[in-house]
Structure formats: structure tokens, C-alpha cells
């Protein structure tokens, strides 16, 4: 007998094999239409998938309202661009086509390169295979039968990956929509139909798993949704972003550069965008004094037994640069995180109870090896600087100083003008063999984690199984930027592992005088430099609030007459703190005023005859224009009181100018 939970809590039992889509029509018919696919244990499947005939099972019918519910419609979309490809190029090969954030994409091997002008023709072939409404129909197969299959289908990237992603696998599963049959786990929608709205967006090149010395594939991109009027926002806010792009106005603004010389995916940081940098960090690192913390500098390289013990390497091994072999024989790696650091950072002494909480923070540059297809401006990087921290404490602590970090997280993110979030619990799946350690020490930290979260009624609260750290549990803040894209930002993370006896055996001295075992919480409410200051770019379009801008007002001369008291309005400013630059050229005064804009300073002082005989400036505002002529004492005042407030401002602040 199965017994099902519904999310409300009430259960039913059934004796008879059952499927989602039998419970959805006994609960009603109009469920029943609107079911896309079903959430079983946390996991995802189709609304025809048979449940176990015993035990007991949570069941969630998802619809269009239902978050989940969109992956699955992309993953359909995917298949039916697939299906598509072949129709007008039947040689293609597939490889790989899952749902990604806001779309979708599947790499292909085709004979030749697509173009823009091939995209429409892929839509209008996708838009007649969606009339035809066909069914995605499930077909398991024994693993030898599937290696038969996709060798008839002459589709070996589907061959390559079933004789070593799958090869441990006794049955794997296809989906057939029509004429076309694909190896897929699924799930995907009942039918092509629910497709109602998509767009074929462009593409790139990729390269086989990932892999530079493998085949060259084209990536090709889409977007699907369930209804036009979602479509349409969403390419509304694909303008507005190509827009906001931060390469692009990195390049403009003179922030940031990357240069092949150094190597792709290294971020040099030009003098504007490193006054960013440090107004970030300088702003963090005063919060971290205001809450304890205490810091440290370690090197940007270690030994690989350190990374061996952590469990870093070979786990991050992929990813990770190789290791620097010594003429001695030891082995270096650029370290690929800080906690190893911080941890013999404990360990360098005896530790009390009385120390903890004991908790370490560091700006600290690791290196990850990306594959050049991943890399992408400032977001996407080789090599970067994380607002690290890492507190040491007591079991009877965690709740208090999870907590903690939390309510820092919320602050830095409010401070910085992100208040649309939601926070993820991220944790383990029981069936993974990825994770490390007891258990029941991953029971203990995930039910601290889920009670500290829940007691803080954080805004829009889900959670993800199977996303945790490899070496415990966290708390992710997924944020909405002003357009309403997402980014996964501040991360906070329990650890009993690497404290633990099988990793870096840290101790401390307790009231007992007996030794025990810490516990370890891994915070970042930036997460990364360049890929925060990437996203801040792109949040403000370049346009920076007052505090953090790289030059906060600039003087601007009517004609040269007035050079000499403009320097000495200058240099007022510059002692009063202020980052400021003059604007001396022999130009007309709105053609410096037009520049000032584009180049997005907050604030000019425009001086000519009146204000060098009044001992005044006039203050012109970038959003709400000519503020009029001031005493320079009261515009300092202003300024700084903005700056000391924090204050971010908005374009649309111009309308009540």
C-alpha cells in the first residue's frame, strides 16, 4: 500500500499502482488540465511516472504558477529545438540540451556554421512541430539496448556519454515525441503543445563536454515560456540588459579591463574601478570589526596535502589550475579556496572554549581553471577576490552566530540598494555518494540551519535538495536586480566535516577540560569581487550612488577666465574628501556638462563670473539637473552627508526634480 502526503499535509492511501496525473483528476479535472509535472520527495517527475506501489511519498501537482514548472517546460523546448535542427539538417549530432536560467540551449555538430538568418527557420520548423500538440512519451531500455539505439540514430555523442556518464547504469531512459527519439532522464511537459511561447536567441560556439581538445559544437540558445506576455518582458529586459552590460561599460567608464597578455578570465582593475574595490571593501571591513571578527592574510598558494585533506583536491580537481611540481618533489596548488588557510590558522595553537566564537576574515584571491567558454567579463573569472570569513565554534553557538551572518548578509545586500531576495537552503540528497561525512552529523547541521532560517522568517524561503556544499548545508541569497534578473550573491554555510577527526581534526578545550570538536560556518555576503562589482555595474547601469562612485563631482569652468578660483573650488573638495576632477577645457559648458553625464559622475560645480564674484558654485545634480547656485561650505555638506548616509538614488528621482 502507498500512502501520499499532500502539501497541506493531508494524506490518502492507495492500494493499486497510481500515477500523478490519476491523483491530479481524482483531486479534480481542472487540476488534472493544468498539471505540467509533479514534485516527488523534492524531486521532479512526469506527470506519468508510475509510484512506488508501497512506502510513502510527499506529492506536489506543479502548474504554470509553480517555479519548477518552468525548468520542465524549457527542458520540453529544448527537445523540440532539437527535433527541429534535424528536420533541416538531418546529419546534425546532438549532444547535451538542458533548461538553463531564462531559457535554454542544446550544442549540436553540424556540417556548417549557423547564422542570424538561420534562426527564424528553426522557429518556424519548431512552431509546426508545437501544432502538431505530439505527446513526450517515456521508453526505459536496458543500457546495451540503449548503445544500440543511439549508434542506429548515428548520434555518438549520445554513445560516448552512455559508455562512460552512464555506464554504470542497468536501464536508462529516451523520450520519443513523433519521428524523434532522444536519450534524455527527463521529465518534460505532456505534451509540445504547452509550449506557448518561445524564441530562438542566438549561438555560440562550445566545445564537447567542455573540453578544448574535444569537438568543436554550436550552442544553440532559446527561451520559452508559458504565456506572450511573459516572452515579451523577458525580451524587453534582454534590451535592457545588452544595455547594462558591464563589459560594455567597463570598457566606457575605464573600470576594469582583461587583457590577453595577462591571460583570459584575470581581471585588471583600472584606477576608477579600484576605487570601487576599495570603497566595497573598506565598507565591509567596517561592518566585519562592528561584528567580531578578526583579520588575517594567507598566501595565494599551499601545499596539495593541505588541499588533499580538505577534500578541495582532487573533488574541485576539474576546475582547478594543475599543480606546480617542485624540484624537491612537493606540490604547490593557487589555492581554489581559504578555509584550508583559515583552518591551520586555528590550528597554529591550543584553542579554549573561552576563544570561541573565534572568527577569521579575509579578502582572498583564489583561482579556479574555467573553461574559456565559461568565462564571461567580470562574473565568470579565473581568478578572484572573495570577502571571506570563516567562524570557529561551539555546537551551543551555531544557531546565534548563523544568525548572524544572515542578518549581515541582509544589511550589506539593503546598503547596496538589493531588498527583491530570496533565500535557498541548500542541502544534501540522501541517494548522492558526493557529499562527505556522517549522516547524522549532516542531520544535525541541516536541522540547525532549517531552524535558524525559519525563526528569522526570511523572505520566500525554498529548498534545494541535492545543492549543498559537498561539506555541509547553507543559505544562499538569490537576488533580483532592478530589471529582474537573478543572481545567486551572499552564501552562508555550516560545517561539521572539515573540523572533523576525518578532515583537519580541530579541537578545542571546553569547560570540562576535555577536548571537543568545533563547528565551522563559511560566510561571503559579496561572494566575489569582480563578480559583485560585474553585477553592480550592470544593477546601476554604471551610474554609481555617491559613495561608491570612482569621481563623485567635477568642476566645470564656463571659459578659462575663471581657471584660477575652479582649481581653488577643486582643491576645497578634494581636502573635504571628496573625489573630484576639473574640467578645463576650451570647450562650451554644456558640452562638459553632456560629457559629465555619459560619463556618469553624480554631481558638477559650474562656475563662471557670478560664482567666482559670489564665492559660490552652481550645483548641477546628473538626475535631477540645475540645483542652483550654493555657498561651496553648504555642497560639501550635502555631499557628505549623502556619502554618510549611503544613499542610492534612483533615475526616476528626475520626474520629481
Not at 571591513?285 to 583536491?313: C, D, K, M, N
Not at 573565534?358 to 577576490?385: D, H, I, P
Not at 563559511?522 to 563578480?531: N, T, V
Given at each position: 500500500?502507498?500512502?501520499?502526503?499532500?502539501?497541506?499535509?493531508?494524506?490518502?492511501?492507495?492500494?493499486?499502482?497510481?500515477?500523478?496525473?490519476?491523483?491530479?483528476?481524482?483531486?479534480?479535472?481542472?487540476?488534472?488540465?493544468?498539471?505540467?509535472?509533479?514534485?516527488?520527495?523534492?524531486?521532479?517527475?512526469?506527470?506519468?511516472?508510475?509510484?512506488?506501489?508501497?512506502?510513502?511519498?510527499?506529492?506536489?501537482?506543479?502548474?504554470?504558477?509553480?517555479?519548477?514548472?518552468?525548468?520542465?517546460?524549457?527542458?520540453?523546448?529544448?527537445?523540440?529545438?532539437?527535433?527541429?535542427?534535424?528536420?533541416?539538417?538531418?546529419?546534425?549530432?546532438?549532444?547535451?540540451?538542458?533548461?538553463?536560467?531564462?531559457?535554454?540551449?542544446?550544442?549540436?555538430?553540424?556540417?556548417?556554421?549557423?547564422?542570424?538568418?538561420?534562426?527564424?527557420?528553426?522557429?518556424?520548423?519548431?512552431?509546426?512541430?508545437?501544432?502538431?500538440?505530439?505527446?513526450?512519451?517515456?521508453?526505459?531500455?536496458?543500457?546495451?539496448?540503449?548503445?544500440?539505439?543511439?549508434?542506429?540514430?548515428?548520434?555518438?555523442?549520445?554513445?560516448?556519454?552512455?559508455?562512460?556518464?552512464?555506464?554504470?547504469?542497468?536501464?536508462?531512459?529516451?523520450?520519443?515525441?513523433?519521428?524523434?527519439?532522444?536519450?534524455?532522464?527527463?521529465?518534460?511537459?505532456?505534451?509540445?503543445?504547452?509550449?506557448?511561447?518561445?524564441?530562438?536567441?542566438?549561438?555560440?560556439?562550445?566545445?564537447?563536454?567542455?573540453?578544448?581538445?574535444?569537438?568543436?559544437?554550436?550552442?544553440?540558445?532559446?527561451?520559452?515560456?508559458?504565456?506572450?506576455?511573459?516572452?515579451?518582458?523577458?525580451?524587453?529586459?534582454?534590451?535592457?540588459?545588452?544595455?547594462?552590460?558591464?563589459?560594455?561599460?567597463?570598457?566606457?567608464?575605464?573600470?576594469?579591463t582583461i587583457e590577453p597578455m595577462v591571460g583570459s578570465g584575470l581581471i585588471l582593475w583600472l584606477p576608477k574601478g579600484a576605487i570601487i574595490r576599495r570603497q566595497?571593501?573598506?565598507?565591509?571591513?567596517?561592518?566585519?570589526?562592528?561584528?567580531?571578527?578578526?583579520?588575517?592574510?594567507t598566501p595565494h598558494i599551499g601545499r596539495v596535502e593541505l588541499y588533499q585533506t580538505s577534500g578541495h583536491y582532487p573533488y574541485y580537481a576539474d576546475s582547478q589550475?594543475?599543480?606546480?611540481?617542485?624540484?624537491?618533489?612537493?606540490?604547490?596548488?593557487?589555492?581554489?579556496?581559504?578555509?584550508?588557510?583559515?583552518?591551520?590558522?586555528?590550528?597554529?595553537?591550543?584553542?579554549?572554549?573561552?576563544?570561541?566564537?573565534?572568527?577569521?576574515?579575509?579578502?582572498?584571491?583564489?583561482?579556479?581553471?574555467?573553461?574559456?567558454?565559461?568565462?564571461?567579463?567580470?562574473?565568470?573569472?579565473?581568478?578572484?577576490?572573495?570577502?571571506?570569513?570563516?567562524?570557529?565554534?561551539?555546537?551551543?553557538?551555531?544557531?546565534?552566530?548563523?544568525?548572524?551572518?544572515?542578518?549581515?548578509?541582509?544589511?550589506?545586500?539593503?546598503?547596496?540598494?538589493?531588498?527583491?531576495?530570496?533565500?535557498?537552503?541548500?542541502?544534501?540528497?540522501?541517494?548522492?555518494?558526493?557529499?562527505?561525512?556522517?549522516?547524522?552529523?549532516?542531520?544535525?547541521?541541516?536541522?540547525?540551519?532549517?531552524?535558524?532560517?525559519?525563526?528569522?522568517?526570511?523572505?520566500?524561503?525554498?529548498?534545494?535538495?541535492?545543492?549543498?556544499?559537498?561539506?555541509?548545508?547553507?543559505?544562499?541569497?538569490?537576488?533580483?536586480?532592478?530589471?529582474?534578473?537573478?543572481?545567486?550573491?551572499?552564501?552562508?554555510?555550516?560545517?561539521?566535516?572539515?573540523?572533523?577527526?576525518?578532515?583537519?581534526?580541530?579541537?578545542?578545550?571546553?569547560?570540562?577540560?576535555?577536548?571537543?570538536?568545533?563547528?565551522?560556518?563559511?560566510?561571503?555576503?559579496?561572494?566575489?569581487?569582480?563578480?559583485?562589482?560585474?553585477?553592480?555595474?550592470?544593477?546601476?547601469?554604471?551610474?554609481?550612488?555617491?559613495?561608491?562612485?570612482?569621481?563623485?563631482?567635477?568642476?566645470?569652468?564656463?571659459?578659462?577666465?575663471?581657471?584660477?578660483?575652479?582649481?581653488?573650488?577643486?582643491?576645497?573638495?578634494?581636502?573635504?574628501?571628496?573625489?573630484?576632477?576639473?574640467?578645463?577645457?576650451?570647450?562650451?559648458?554644456?558640452?562638459?556638462?553632456?560629457?559629465?553625464?555619459?560619463?556618469?559622475?553624480?554631481?558638477?560645480?559650474?562656475?563662471?563670473?557670478?560664482?567666482?564674484?559670489?564665492?559660490?558654485?552652481?550645483?548641477?545634480?546628473?538626475?535631477?539637473?540645475?540645483?542652483?547656485?550654493?555657498?561651496?561650505?553648504?555642497?560639501?555638506?550635502?555631499?557628505?552627508?549623502?556619502?554618510?548616509?549611503?544613499?542610492?538614488?534612483?533615475?526616476?528621482?528626475?520626474?520629481?526634480?
Amino acid at each position: 500500500m502507498l500512502r501520499v502526503i499532500f502539501p497541506d499535509g493531508s494524506a490518502k492511501e492507495y492500494r493499486e499502482r497510481v500515477r500523478p496525473i490519476d491523483i491530479a483528476a481524482e483531486l479534480g479535472p481542472r487540476l488534472a488540465k493544468s498539471a505540467v509535472a509533479a514534485m516527488v520527495n523534492g524531486s521532479v517527475v512526469d506527470m506519468t511516472a508510475p509510484l512506488p506501489q508501497e512506502g510513502e511519498v510527499q506529492l506536489r501537482i506543479l502548474t504554470e504558477r509553480d517555479h519548477e514548472a518552468l525548468n520542465v517546460l524549457r527542458h520540453s523546448a529544448a527537445h523540440v529545438m532539437a527535433r527541429a535542427v534535424l528536420r533541416l539538417f538531418p546529419k546534425a549530432k546532438l549532444a547535451f540540451g538542458p533548461p538553463v536560467e531564462n531559457g535554454f540551449y542544446y550544442d549540436i555538430e553540424l556540417e556548417r556554421s549557423l547564422t542570424d538568418d538561420d534562426l527564424p527557420r528553426i522557429e518556424e520548423e519548431m512552431a509546426k512541430i508545437i501544432a502538431q500538440d505530439e505527446p513526450f512519451e517515456r521508453i526505459e531500455v536496458p543500457w546495451e539496448r540503449a548503445v544500440e539505439i543511439c549508434r542506429d540514430l548515428d548520434q555518438p555523442f549520445k554513445v560516448e556519454h552512455l559508455q562512460e556518464g552512464l555506464a554504470s547504469e542497468r536501464v536508462v531512459s529516451f523520450y520519443r515525441q513523433g519521428e524523434f527519439l532522444d536519450l534524455c532522464e527527463g521529465p518534460h511537459v505532456p505534451s509540445a503543445g504547452w509550449i506557448k511561447a518561445f524564441k530562438v536567441l542566438s549561438v555560440a560556439g562550445a566545445y564537447w563536454r567542455g573540453d578544448a581538445s574535444r569537438q568543436q559544437l554550436q550552442r544553440l540558445y532559446g527561451t520559452a515560456w508559458f504565456s506572450q506576455k511573459d516572452l515579451d518582458e523577458y525580451l524587453r529586459r534582454l534590451e535592457e540588459a545588452k544595455k547594462r552590460d558591464h563589459r560594455v561599460l567597463g570598457k566606457r567608464l575605464e573600470l576594469f579591463t582583461i587583457e590577453p597578455m595577462v591571460g583570459s578570465g584575470l581581471i585588471l582593475w583600472l584606477p576608477k574601478g579600484a576605487i570601487i574595490r576599495r570603497q566595497l571593501e573598506d565598507f565591509l571591513f567596517g561592518e566585519l570589526i562592528r561584528w567580531g571578527y578578526q583579520a588575517v592574510y594567507t598566501p595565494h598558494i599551499g601545499r596539495v596535502e593541505l588541499y588533499q585533506t580538505s577534500g578541495h583536491y582532487p573533488y574541485y580537481a576539474d576546475s582547478q589550475f594543475p599543480p606546480i611540481q617542485m624540484a624537491d618533489g612537493e606540490r604547490y596548488l593557487l589555492k581554489p579556496m581559504n578555509c584550508p588557510h583559515h583552518i591551520m590558522i586555528y590550528k597554529s595553537r591550543p584553542r579554549s572554549y573561552r576563544e570561541l566564537p573565534l572568527r577569521l576574515a579575509e579578502f582572498g584571491t583564489v583561482y579556479r581553471f574555467e573553461q574559456s567558454g565559461e568565462l564571461t567579463g567580470m562574473t565568470r573569472v579565473r581568478g578572484f577576490t572573495q570577502d571571506d570569513a570563516h567562524i570557529f565554534c561551539t555546537e551551543e553557538q551555531v544557531a546565534d552566530e548563523f544568525r548572524g551572518c544572515i542578518q549581515m548578509t541582509q544589511f550589506v545586500l539593503k546598503t547596496l540598494g538589493f531588498t527583491d531576495y530570496r533565500v535557498r537552503l541548500s542541502l544534501r540528497d540522501p541517494k548522492s555518494n558526493k557529499y562527505v561525512g556522517d549522516p547524522e552529523v549532516w542531520e544535525r547541521a541541516e536541522s540547525a540551519l532549517k531552524q535558524v532560517c525559519q525563526e528569522m522568517d526570511l523572505p520566500n524561503l525554498e529548498t534545494a535538495i541535492g545543492e549543498a556544499a559537498f561539506y555541509g548545508p547553507k543559505a544562499d541569497f538569490i537576488v533580483s536586480d532592478c530589471i529582474g534578473r537573478q543572481w545567486q550573491l551572499g552564501t552562508v554555510q555550516l560545517d561539521y566535516n572539515l573540523p572533523s577527526p576525518q578532515r583537519f581534526n580541530l579541537e578545542y578545550i571546553g569547560p570540562d577540560n576535555r577536548p571537543h570538536q568545533p563547528v565551522m560556518i563559511h560566510r561571503a555576503p559579496f561572494g566575489s569581487l569582480e563578480r559583485f562589482t560585474g553585477i553592480l555595474i550592470e544593477h546601476f547601469a554604471g551610474a554609481f550612488p555617491l559613495w561608491l562612485a570612482p569621481e563623485q563631482i567635477r568642476v566645470l569652468t564656463v571659459s578659462e577666465k575663471f581657471d584660477e578660483y575652479a582649481r581653488r573650488v577643486e582643491g576645497r573638495l578634494r581636502e573635504a574628501g571628496l573625489r573630484v576632477s576639473g574640467d578645463y577645457r576650451a570647450e562650451k559648458v554644456g558640452a562638459k556638462i553632456r560629457d559629465a553625464q555619459l560619463e556618469m559622475i553624480p554631481y558638477m560645480a559650474i562656475v563662471g563670473a557670478r560664482e567666482q564674484e559670489q564665492g559660490t558654485v552652481a550645483l548641477r545634480d546628473r538626475l535631477k539637473g540645475d540645483l542652483g547656485a550654493m555657498p561651496l561650505d553648504e555642497v560639501i555638506s550635502r555631499l557628505q552627508e549623502e556619502i554618510r548616509l549611503k544613499l542610492i538614488r534612483r533615475s526616476d528621482e528626475r520626474k520629481n526634480g
